[in-house]
């Protein structure tokens, strides 16, 4: 199994030889405690077990010689629907209290139902003469009503039904099997959504979560690919070699479970889209088919979930309000959030899910007064929605309250720049001259001053130099906050630490016991707090993990090897040879005095004409940001898709780390990069580091920049956490 999540995510739960025996499609029920279900071939027999995963005991609910095709339960387990093949049809049976009970025969293909404690919406793929159609069932064990879903343009099959049964999954597929494409059909509105079409693609086995907010699927037998209503779309959650088969989201769109005809076995593995922090349910060990999702996966800790209501409704997240009017959305919709302390009056509030609304909510949420920097108040404070300013705000004693249109990350940026030291005080920033010399830039023929445009984020770096200087004098750190630099188009975050302080530098990462992939790839908050960093950045790219033909490969494996030349602790860990340029950012050993740096090029580090002293931390880049002259690299290109980004540098007894913030249109040109470095006259060395959803900043004890809902690959990576190489840490 090609997966693209960590070893610790991906949860074998089943096996079965092949040729010996088989295994067929399963489902989950249960709440607090989940039991798998799933169908043993042995010697001709057909079983129906229930494993229950707490306790990993094993319950036969069902023993026949008649092929077990599917089945599916309800989230209490009380009730179960199997398809069963005859002679002639599928047969549809419920199991309740042990006994079997024959509902309908049908040709049927496929059997999904609803996760509620009675029996809901159930749909199944017919195959007759009058072509391939879905039918769905509503009110399974009351008075039913039932209907058939078909296609002008062609047939309709792989259906999946939610665990609320608001929404069902279909894969339409196009006259002659040209194209197929992915849709969502709603019963209770009548309303069908096209999700994505793919020509030349065979796509089968769908299947979507509560309100229709995440649908899986199926390409050519080999790929899982992933949607998610706010327009994170056709990203691939895994991939294989050999077959796989019916995949399944779980009810709150986090876990996806996926089958593999692997050699010789049945495997079947279980990924967690969203959060890598968190185990959606403890699976027993084992290899098994594939299996539908009838219960909540996480009910006991997770991402929390709201839900916008069409008729309206009041949500509440930490200190913050929702009013949500009718018709803000056109159907209930499923909510993320989470409440992000970074250190200022108020959380940073994230929201995936929705982005665009039909009519604008009021957001209103409450501030902590006693973190505003001496002299300031919630007037200096502007509110940012996505990383742009939002007018009209009214502002109380300790809240605010807004409307918008827009749903995504929600914060407050100070107009007044302050800064924040490694020691918890925070200090206004007093723009004035610096008092040191400043950086000179160069121009055909001649030398002179830098300037900046007025107002800018160099700019109010360069005034702020002063301030800076002031607090490191007793402090070791500071972290900057100065809106021109953190909001669009810089979008950085800026920590400076004080080279004349006895900060002890390293490089860490953790080791792997695969000497073929010697680095274990772990987060940059598990990297920086197991170190007990004052403030920490990530590394250099590392890589490629494994060779998975796909073009997230380099995002989603747990280990990797080592590409640009580094050291750590004064160990050569690699040396580069593959004639690729780099610049060297270097530190001398700790000295209990201070912290010594170095910037130089490949070429003197080959020759090893560079001062040794520079051999305890070493970072290799193909891309400097300042050379030794103290000027910009020439070479950065002029026009450039902008992209997170990490750099570290130093100058003036200084070190300087700077890296994106994590939205999706938070995003910094490389050139962006030199503006800070000049303005902080920072200019004796810098270099680029990785980049994407590796980019991370760590100050005192959380990380400034984690991936916000609205970046893609926030759904792939976990918990707004990529998973690392290494980090460059300062610690006391």
């Given at each position: 199994m090609s997966t693209l999540k960590r070893d610790q995510l991906k949860t074998q739960v089943a096996q079965a030889k092949k040729g010996e025996d088989s295994l067929r499609a399963s489902a989950v029920t249960g709440t607090e405690t989940a039991n798998l279900l799933y169908i043993y071939q042995y010697d001709g027999?057909?079983?129906?077990?229930?494993?229950?995963?707490?306790?990993?005991?094993?319950?036969?609910?069902?023993?026949?010689?008649?092929?077990?095709?599917?089945?599916?339960?309800?989230?209490?387990?009380?009730?179960?629907?199997?398809?069963?093949?005859?002679?002639?049809?599928?047969?549809?049976?419920?199991?309740?209290?042990?006994?079997?009970i024959q509902v309908t025969n049908d040709s049927v293909d496929d059997v999904r139902l609803s996760a509620s404690t009675t029996l809901g919406t159930v749909a199944w793929q017919r195959n007759d003469p009058a072509g391939q159609r879905v039918r769905l069932v509503q009110n399974f064990t009351g008075a039913r009503q039932s209907f058939d879903i078909t296609s002008t343009d062609g047939t309709v099959v792989s259906p999946g039904v939610s665990g609320d049964g608001s929404a069902v999954s279909l894969i339409e597929v196009a006259a002659g099997g040209?194209?197929?494409?992915?849709?969502?059909?709603?019963?209770?509105?009548?309303?069908?959504?096209?999700?994505?079409?793919?020509?030349?693609?065979?796509?089968?086995?769908?299947?979507?979560?509560?309100?229709?907010?995440?649908?899986?699927?199926?390409?050519?037998?080999?790929?899982v690919y992933f949607y998610d209503a706010n327009g994170v779309n056709n990203?691939?959650?895994?991939?294989?070699?050999?077959?796989?088969?019916?995949?399944?989201?779980?009810?709150?769109?986090?876990v996806v479970s996926v089958a593999e005809n692997g050699t010789g076995t049945y495997q079947g593995y279980v990924f967690n889209v969203e959060d890598a922090t968190?185990?959606?349910?403890?699976?027993?060990?084992?290899?098994?088919?594939?299996?539908?999702?009838?219960?909540?996966?996480?009910?006991?800790?997770?991402?929390?979930?709201?839900?916008?209501?069409?008729?309206?409704?009041?949500?509440?997240?930490?200190?913050?309000?929702?009013?949500?009017?009718?018709?803000?959305?056109?159907?209930?919709?499923?909510?993320?959030s989470e409440t992000r302390d970074l250190g200022d009056i108020a959380p940073q509030y994230d929201f995936g899910g929705v982005s665009a609304l039909k009519a604008p909510v009021t957001v209103s949420f409450t501030v902590d007064s006693t973190r505003l920097p001496s002299g300031m108040t919630l007037a200096d404070y502007d509110v940012y929605v996505n990383g742009t300013l939002v007018p009209?705000?009214?502002?109380?004693?300790?809240?605010?309250?807004?409307?918008?249109?827009?749903?995504?990350?929600?914060?407050?940026?100070?107009?007044?720049?302050?800064?924040?030291?490694?020691?918890?005080?925070?200090?206004?920033?007093?723009?004035?001259?610096?008092?040191?010399?400043?950086?000179?830039?160069?121009?055909?023929?001649?030398?002179?001053?830098?300037?900046?445009?007025?107002?800018?984020?160099?700019?109010?770096?360069?005034?702020?130099?002063?301030?800076?200087?002031?607090?490191?004098?007793?402090?070791?750190?500071?972290?900057?906050?100065?809106?021109?630099c953190k909001q669009q188009p810089h979008s950085l975050e800026i920590v400076v630490v004080n080279m004349n302080k006895p900060f002890k530098n390293d490089l860490v990462y953790r080791s792997s016991t695969d000497a073929s992939k010697p680095i274990q790839l772990i987060s940059l908050k598990d990297l920086a707090s197991?170190?007990?960093?004052?403030?920490?950045?990530?590394?250099?790219?590392?890589?490629?993990?494994?060779?998975?033909?796909?073009?997230?490969?380099?995002?989603?494996?747990?280990?990797?090897?080592?590409?640009?030349?580094?050291?750590?602790?004064?160990?050569?860990?690699?040396?580069?040879?593959?004639?690729?340029?780099?610049?060297?950012?270097?530190?001398a050993a700790p000295n209990n005095l201070n912290v010594q740096a170095a910037t130089f090029p490949s070429s003197e580090y080959t020759a090893k004409t560079y001062d040794s002293r520079f051999n305890y931390t070493l970072v290799g880049s193909t891309t400097s940001i300042i050379r030794k002259d103290g000027t910009c690299?020439?070479?950065?290109?002029?026009?450039?898709?902008?992209?997170?980004?990490?750099?570290?540098?130093?100058?003036?007894?200084?070190?300087?780390?700077?890296?994106s913030r994590g939205g999706r249109g938070e995003v910094t040109t490389t050139r962006a990069l030199c503006d800070v470095f000049l303005g902080l006259n920072a200019t004796s060395g810098a270099i680029r580091l990785d980049g994407g959803s590796a980019a991370g900043l760590w100050f005192k004890d959380r990380v400034l920049n984690p991936l916000a809902f609205n970046n893609p690959d926030r759904y792939l990576v976990g918990g707004g956490l990529r998973q690392i190489a290494s980090a460059v840490v300062f610690k006391r």
């Open positions: 027999v057909y079983e129906a077990q229930a494993v229950n995963v707490a306790t990993n005991e094993v319950k036969t609910l069902v023993r026949s010689t008649q092929p077990i095709d599917s089945i599916s339960g309800t989230a209490d387990g009380s009730r179960f629907v199997l398809s069963m093949r005859g002679a002639q049809s599928f047969d549809i049976y419920e199991l309740i209290g042990g006994q079997l040209t194209s197929s494409a992915v849709g969502v059909y709603f019963p209770g509105s009548g309303a069908y959504v096209d999700v994505i079409t793919k020509a030349g693609s065979a796509l089968r086995d769908s299947s979507v979560s509560n309100y229709g907010q995440r649908v899986t699927w199926l390409e050519n037998a080999k790929n990203h691939l959650v895994a991939s294989s070699n050999a077959q796989m088969r019916r995949p399944a989201i779980d009810p709150s769109g986090r968190q185990q959606a349910v403890g699976l027993p060990q084992g290899e098994h088919d594939a299996y539908t999702w009838s219960a909540p996966a996480v009910t006991r800790s997770g991402t929390p979930s709201q839900v916008l209501k069409a008729a309206g409704n009041t949500v509440t997240v930490g200190a913050l309000t929702l009013q949500v009017p009718a018709g803000a959305v056109e159907r209930d919709t499923v909510i993320r009209n705000v009214t502002r109380a004693s300790s809240s605010v309250s807004f409307q918008t249109a827009t749903l995504g990350t929600v914060e407050l940026a100070s107009r007044t720049p302050w800064l924040e030291t490694g020691s918890g005080t925070r200090n206004v920033i007093v723009p004035s001259t610096p008092d040191e010399t400043m950086p000179q830039s160069v121009t055909p023929g001649q030398i002179q001053a830098q300037s900046f445009p007025a107002g800018s984020c160099a700019d109010q770096l360069q005034k702020a130099i002063n301030t800076i200087k002031t607090a490191l004098r007793e402090h070791w750190s500071v972290k900057l906050n100065i809106a021109k197991g170190a007990s960093a004052e403030a920490a950045i990530n590394g250099f790219p590392w890589g490629p993990e494994e060779a998975r033909g796909s073009a997230y490969t380099s995002v989603y494996a747990d280990k990797g090897f080592w590409v640009g030349t580094t050291h750590a602790r004064g160990q050569v860990l690699k040396v580069r040879n593959d004639g690729k340029p780099e610049y060297m950012f270097a530190m690299n020439p070479n950065l290109p002029t026009t450039e898709t902008p992209d997170r980004w990490s750099a570290i540098g130093f100058g003036n007894n200084r070190i300087v780390m700077v890296s």
